[in-house]
């Protein structure tokens, strides 16, 4: 299998940070004398990507403290959602098949996931993680170079994609078919981006950047300006007309370009879980929505769905919008 570093599609149009630099367990701050006028910015890792937080306070030490409280509740979600984590919960369900007293943010955010594979009509489904697992052997025993999975490994695999199997309750989850397994790549990120918001919101907070692979915009610069970001290709051609502002609202964009399986990029980690085939209808597909969870998810589900659905669900959520670049470069905005 080749795996490439997920390159971003968003860029940020943020201030520096400050010169000085005092290593964190899970990061590095950069702290500026007068944060009033400039942020203290926190830099590490969230769910395997780069991810920062970029926080203006009058108080340098009481912002230091908040962000080392960011850091640690980054930290704990990862245990519950990371399959990069060999004993987090995701892993230990997927294991044995069975979760039981589940820690309440597990609960709550598979209930938002299957809430939202319902409105997507099952173009989100955290169950097409043994699609992965067969497009990550199928590569690794056969190179880069090769084609696909044969189809009755596909049909095979596909008997085990199916969102509904998955039993909730706060007594034990349950994956319902043997073999089954989860992954919240598509969501996780954007639900740990809106509970670091709701921390620092806790704490006081209002002008705020946070970028944990999903970008949230707390309030505004202290200057009254907007946080803003721009939309960019693969290779990092702005493909935006203008930045867009986020002011408490959140941004996600999927694109196929994020881990390629083959060395031509046809087969990739954004998978339509009814053909367990990877999605090739855009370039990209950014959305804009008052929460990071909802736009990480409906980014992922969006990939996968002809326009006409997509507009279709985009009636259902209000304070959403899409913006998907086309193989062609053009440029829809829903």
């Known amino acids: 299998m080749q795996k490439i570093s997920r390159r971003r599609m968003i860029t940020i149009a943020a201030c520096a940070?400050?010169?000085?630099?005092?290593?964190?367990?899970?990061?590095?701050?950069?702290a500026a004398r007068n944060t009033a006028r400039r942020p203290l910015v926190w830099r590490g890792l969230a769910l395997g990507v780069d991810a920062r937080i970029v926080l203006y306070h009058e108080d340098e030490r009481?912002?230091?403290?908040?962000?080392?409280?960011?850091r640690a509740e980054i930290n704990r979600l990862e245990q519950l959602f990371?399959?990069?984590?060999?004993?987090?919960?995701?892993?230990?369900?997927?294991?044995?098949?069975r979760l039981a007293s589940p820690a309440f943010e597990m609960l709550e955010l598979l209930s938002l996931a299957q809430s939202i594979s319902k409105q997507t009509n099952g173009a989100f489904d955290?169950?097409?993680q043994p699609v992965w697992q067969l497009y990550a052997k199928h590569f690794a025993d056969h190179g880069p170079h090769a084609t696909g999975p044969d189809r009755k490994a596909i049909r095979d695999v596909l008997a085990l994609v199916d969102y509904r199997k998955i039993g909730l309750s706060e007594k034990a989850i349950i994956l319902n078919n043997k073999g089954m397994g989860i992954t919240l790549n598509g969501i996780a990120q954007g639900y740990i981006t809106d509970r670091i918001a709701s921390l620092l919101r806790q704490y006081g907070c209002s002008n705020v950047l946070i970028d944990l692979g999903e970008i949230y915009g707390m309030g505004q610069?202290?200057?009254?300006?907007?946080?803003?970001?721009?939309i960019t290709d693969p290779a990092g051609k702005t493909m935006a007309r203008k930045p867009m502002p986020l002011e408490n609202r959140?941004?996600?964009?999927?694109?196929?370009?994020?881990?390629?399986?083959?060395?031509?990029?046809?087969?990739?980690?954004?998978?339509a879980p009814r053909t367990?085939?990877?999605?090739?209808?855009?370039t990209s597909v950014t959305v804009i929505a008052s929460n990071a969870a909802t736009a990480d998810a409906l980014s992922t589900a969006f990939s996968a769905m002809p326009l006409h659905d997509i507009k279709g669900t985009l009636?259902?959520?209000?304070?959403?919008?899409?913006?998907?670049i086309l193989a062609n470069d053009e440029i829809l905005e829903l």
């Open 221 to 230: 610069k202290p200057t009254g300006d907007p946080w803003t970001v721009n």
């Open 82 to 97: 990371s399959l990069y984590r060999v004993n987090s919960l995701i892993n230990q369900l997927n294991r044995e098949g």
């Open 126 to 128: 955290i169950t097409v």
């Open 315 to 324: 009636r259902h959520f209000a304070d959403a919008s899409a913006i998907i």
């Open 17 to 30: 940070a400050g010169a000085a630099m005092m290593g964190g367990s899970y990061g590095s701050y950069a």
């Open 276 to 282: 367990a085939t990877s999605t090739k209808k855009y």
């Open 250 to 271: 959140a941004m996600a964009t999927s694109g196929g370009y994020g881990t390629l399986f083959s060395s031509n990029g046809q087969y990739h980690h954004l998978f």
């Open 62 to 70: 009481m912002a230091l403290a908040i962000l080392e409280q960011c």
